[in-house]
C-alpha cells in the first residue's frame, strides 16, 4: 500500500459511503472524512420513487449505514456541507471556507435532477433525487386527485405507478415517441406505453409542457399540442445532471460529468471519481466511455476506485455488464448489457398482455443487451451470457432451450 495518511470522500451517498467501507475493508488505516452536503445519515435513493411513494415508509429505513458501523468506520463525517472547490496543487478541498487537505480523494457527488428550467420560477414544481423531495411527493399524493408527470424514464414511470396505486388520475407527458425510449428503443418502448395504459394512466406521448398555470400550488397544465389537464400536483422526471459545479477550477476534465481512465482515475495521481458523477470507460462496453446512473455501478465504482487508490500499482479496470433494474406496481423490470446501440430487438418470450417479457438485442453478431419484465430466473440465464459476451447465434439458442 502506498503511503496515503488522509483520503477525503466528497459526496456521502451510495457511492462515497462505499467508497469508505471498501477503503478499511482494503486495509486503509489512515485519516478518512466523508463530507456531503445533505443533512440526513447517508441513505439509498431507489426506494424514494418506490415503496416511500406507495406506503408511510421511515425514511429511517433507507439508511445505508447504521450509526455503528458509521463508527466501526472510524470516519470524520462533515454532514450538511458543500464542497464548493477543489485544488489539486495543493491537495485540498474547500468544505465552509476551510480547506481540508487530502493524499487520496474520492468524487462522488453524483448527479441532481433537472429541471424545467423554462418554468424554473414556478414553486409548485417537483422533481425527485432527495429524501425530502420524496416526502413532499408523497404528501402532494395524499391531498391531491389529479397528478401530470413530465417524462417516461424509470423515475416518471415509477411515480406514475404510484400515483395509480393511490387511485390519482395520472397523465405522462412524453416528447418522445414511447417511454423508456432512449434507454431500451422504440419497439420495447411500445410495449412499455400498452402497459401504461392497461394501468389507466393516460399517456400523452410526442407533446411537451406549453403552460403552467399556478404558483406554490399548480392548478392546470397545457401541453404544445393544445389540450390542457388539471393538475394538483406535477412532477417532472426528465434526467439528471452530474454535481461537477465545484469542480470548475479544478482543472480536472470536465464533459457531462468527471471524465475518468478506466481505472477512474481522474487524471491526476489520488484522484479518482466514482458513481453517477464519474464519466468512464467500461471494457465490457469494448472502452466505451459512458456515465452511468444506475446503483450497480455506483456500488463498483467504488469498490473498484478504492483498491486502485490504494494500489494504483496493481490498478485494474473497470470490466461490467451494465445493469439496472425498476419497480413499478407489482412489475419488475430488468436491463442489462447495451440497449441503447443495437441493430434490432427480439422478444424471446412472453407478452406485455401476461405482463412477462424478455427481449434480446443484437449488434452484429453479438447479443449487447437484454430487458426482461418479471421473468427474474430466465433474465439471469441471458446476463450470464452477456457476462461471457455470447454471440446473438447463443442468445437464439438459449431461447430454444428454454421454450422447450
Ligand atoms: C428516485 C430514484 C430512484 C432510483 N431507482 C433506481 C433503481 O431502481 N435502480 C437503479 O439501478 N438505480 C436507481 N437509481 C439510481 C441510483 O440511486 C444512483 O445511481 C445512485 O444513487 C448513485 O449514487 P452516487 O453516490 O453516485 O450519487 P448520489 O446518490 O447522487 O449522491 C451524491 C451525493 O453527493 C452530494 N453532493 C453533491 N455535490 C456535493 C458537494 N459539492 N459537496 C458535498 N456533497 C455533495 C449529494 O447531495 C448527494 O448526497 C435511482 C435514483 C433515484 C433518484
Redesign the pocket.
Known amino acids: 500500500m502506498n503511503n496515503l495518511k488522509k483520503i477525503v470522500v466528497?459526496?456521502?451517498?451510495?457511492?462515497?459511503?462505499r467508497a469508505c467501507q471498501n477503503l478499511r475493508r482494503e486495509g486503509f488505516e489512515g485519516q478518512l472524512t466523508l463530507?456531503?452536503?445533505?443533512k440526513h445519515l447517508?441513505y439509498?435513493?431507489?426506494?424514494?420513487?418506490?415503496t416511500m411513494l406507495t406506503s408511510d415508509q421511515d425514511p429511517l429505513e433507507l439508511t445505508l449505514v447504521s450509526n455503528s458501523d458509521l463508527s466501526d468506520l472510524q470516519l470524520e463525517l462533515v454532514l450538511g456541507?458543500?464542497?464548493?472547490a477543489l485544488d489539486t496543487e495543493r491537495r485540498e478541498v474547500t468544505?465552509g471556507g476551510e480547506g481540508i487537505s487530502y493524499d487520496g480523494l474520492v468524487i462522488?457527488?453524483?448527479?441532481?435532477?433537472r429541471k424545467l428550467s423554462k418554468f424554473d420560477h414556478i414553486e409548485g414544481i417537483h422533481t425527485?433525487?432527495?429524501v425530502d423531495d420524496?416526502l413532499a411527493i408523497r404528501s402532494g399524493l395524499e391531498s391531491s386527485s389529479t397528478i401530470v408527470i413530465v417524462g417516461a424514464g424509470?423515475?416518471g414511470s415509477?411515480v406514475a405507478a404510484a400515483a395509480k396505486q393511490r387511485d390519482c388520475q395520472v397523465t405522462i407527458v412524453e416528447a418522445n415517441a414511447a417511454p423508456l425510449v432512449r434507454g431500451l428503443g422504440i419497439e420495447v418502448g411500445n410495449a412499455y406505453a400498452n402497459i401504461h395504459r392497461s394501468n389507466g394512466i393516460d399517456l400523452r406521448l410526442g407533446v411537451g409542457i406549453k403552460d403552467i398555470n399556478g404558483g406554490a400550488d399548480i392548478e392546470e397544465v397545457t401541453l404544445t399540442d393544445g389540450s390542457s389537464m388539471p393538475a394538483e400536483l406535477l412532477v417532472v422526471g426528465i434526467g439528471?445532471v452530474p454535481?461537477t459545479?465545484?469542480l470548475a477550477t479544478s482543472g480536472l476534465s470536465l464533459d457531462d460529468g468527471v471524465v475518468c481512465d478506466e481505472t477512474l482515475n481522474a487524471g491526476i495521481p489520488g484522484v479518482y471519481a466514482?458513481?453517477?458523477?464519474?464519466k468512464a470507460p467500461n471494457r465490457w462496453l469494448g472502452g466505451r466511455v459512458r456515465r452511468?446512473?444506475?446503483?450497480?455501478?455506483?456500488t463498483e465504482?467504488a469498490a473498484l476506485a478504492a483498491k486502485n487508490l490504494l494500489t494504483p500499482e496493481d490498478s485494474e479496470p473497470y470490466n461490467s455488464v451494465p445493469?439496472?433494474?425498476?419497480?413499478q406496481n407489482e412489475d419488475r423490470i430488468q436491463v442489462a448489457g447495451d440497449t441503447t446501440d443495437f441493430d434490432e430487438v427480439q422478444i424471446f418470450g412472453g407478452s406485455t398482455e401476461d405482463q412477462d417479457l424478455i427481449a434480446g438485442y443484437r449488434h452484429g453478431n453479438s447479443l449487447v443487451g437484454v430487458m426482461a419484465l418479471n421473468n427474474m430466473r430466465t433474465f439471469v440465464k441471458y446476463r450470464r451470457l452477456l457476462a461471457s459476451h455470447g454471440s446473438w447465434q447463443d442468445a437464439l439458442d438459449l431461447s430454444q432451450e428454454l421454450q422447450s
Open positions: 466528497v459526496g456521502a451517498s451510495l457511492a462515497g459511503v463530507v456531503g452536503e445533505e447517508p439509498d435513493r431507489p426506494p424514494l420513487s418506490k456541507e458543500h464542497a464548493t468544505v462522488a457527488t453524483g448527479a441532481r435532477a425527485l433525487r432527495t420524496a424509470f423515475i415509477e439528471a454535481n459545479e465545484w466514482v458513481g453517477d458523477v464519474a452511468t446512473e444506475h446503483w450497480t455501478t455506483a465504482h445493469f439496472i433494474w425498476s419497480d
